[in-house]
């Protein structure tokens, strides 16, 4: 940080991530995956001008992405696998990602004016993508990439024993859903998300390894949800909504659960101490992108009050930062207990 700040004039400063972003999209780092690739090479496989990609390459092999041997070839590092669309680390749809940039030049302007910095709501932010489906597609393709990078080990904790149905709320494509049945195979789920969203589920491949113990339903979770699964699963759902709307989806989470179920909440949660964590980068992201917002567990635990609920036990998700929070009806006896 500091050496960005020493290097850093009026040229530079949005250098990193808009490189990244073109990079991502022109797809530069799969093709010169293979066996290194020049930069007229690489003009030439992706239809870009010679001069401005090695503009690009440059800058982005001295800051660590790519390598450059004495030929000129470049060739993605580890921390360019970020880049490449097959890697299990792939993050080139999030990279690529030009509504949350959009975002952000909207809250810069707001700020300047002096007006809030949360130009969108939840409701408007996902609207929005119902009517421009090439948005939809990438939103959620973005959505699956985080997921298998964020949520690794969260199918093998400790919390499925004994369950029977999962209803994954807000569940996206189904990349969790599919991992935790894969994962449990006494488990059956049920996938639930706005109608749009669960077309494209339908259509992904991504539930196939367990589609016999699955449905999908469409539907929005500030109405009903499907009744009697007995665990219920929000990941990275809560944090889109400001309190009131994150209390009314757990109050319909209450509703719909079976007789002794539990709720799983995953998410980042903002330590109540000063020390760094992402969750305070993602609270602010989320501010930005549509009025989102993370938590501390004290939050939490307040959102779980208004909505007849009590934290149960808590649990790292892998090394991501993510947390899983269990919560039961508050007339329940809590595991932690037993
Ligand atoms: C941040 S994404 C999380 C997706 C998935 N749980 C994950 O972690 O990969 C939030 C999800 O909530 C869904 N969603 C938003 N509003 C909804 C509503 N009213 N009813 C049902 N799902 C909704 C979105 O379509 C999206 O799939």
Same mark, same amino acid.
């Given at each position: ?15 990193? %991530? ?24 690489? @003009? ?19 800051? *660590? ?6 030929? *000129? ?20 749809? +999030? &990279?690529?990602?030009? =509504? ?12 300047? /004016?002096?007006?809030?910095? @949360? ?11 119902? +009517? ?37 709320? $807000? *569940? ?33 491949? &991504?539930?196939? %390894? ?32 400001? =309190? /009131? ?12 659960? @079976? ?32 009025? $989102?917002?993370?938590? +501390? ?7 779980? $009050?208004?909505? *007849? ?16 929070? /269990? ?12």
């Amino acid at each position: 940080m500091r050496e960005f700040l020493l290097m850093a004039d009026d040229s530079i400063v949005a250098v990193l %991530p808009y490189a990244l972003g073109i990079a991502a999209r022109l797809g530069v780092a799969d093709v010169c995956a293979r066996d290194g690739s020049t930069t007229e090479e690489l @003009a030439a496989a992706v239809g870009f001008a010679a001069q401005p990609l090695m503009s690009l390459m440059n800058t982005l092999a001295g800051a *660590g992405f790519f390598t450059r041997d004495r030929q *000129g070839r470049f060739s993605p590092t580890e921390l360019g696998a970020v880049l490449k669309a097959d890697s299990v680390v792939s993050m080139r749809a +999030t &990279l690529s990602n030009m =509504d949350t940039y959009q975002a952000w030049l909207r809250a810069a302007d707001a700020a300047a /004016e002096m007006r809030p910095i @949360a130009a969108a709501s939840g409701e408007a932010f996902f609207e929005d993508k119902e +009517t421009r489906p090439k948005a939809e597609v990438a939103f959620s393709t973005r959505m699956q990439e985080r997921a298998m990078r964020l949520y690794a080990g969260l199918a093998e904790l400790p919390v499925w024993k004994g369950a029977s149905t999962v209803l994954d709320i $807000g *569940g996206g494509t189904g990349t969790v859903l599919s991992a935790v049945l894969q994962a449990q195979p006494q488990l059956s789920g049920v996938l639930f998300d706005r109608g749009t969203v669960i077309d494209l589920a339908a259509r992904a491949c &991504l539930l196939d %390894p367990v589609r016999d113990r699955c449905t999908l339903v469409a539907g929005s979770f500030f109405k009903e949800l499907p009744a009697d699964a007995d665990v219920h699963l929000l990941c990275s759902v809560l944090h889109d909504w400001d =309190d /009131e709307r994150a209390t009314d989806i757990l109050r319909a989470s209450a509703r719909a659960l @079976a007789p002794c179920g539990r709720i799983l909440v995953c998410e980042l949660i903002v330590p109540a101490t000063s020390e760094p964590h992402p969750a305070r980068w993602s609270d602010l992201g989320m501010l930005v992108l549509l009025g $989102g917002r993370e938590r +501390t567990l004290s939050e939490f635990d307040r959102l779980f $009050g208004a909505a *007849g609920l009590v934290r149960d036990r808590l649990l790292p998700v892998g090394e991501s930062g993510f947390s899983l929070i /269990e919560a039961v009806p508050s007339e329940q006896v809590p595991r932690s207990a037993w």
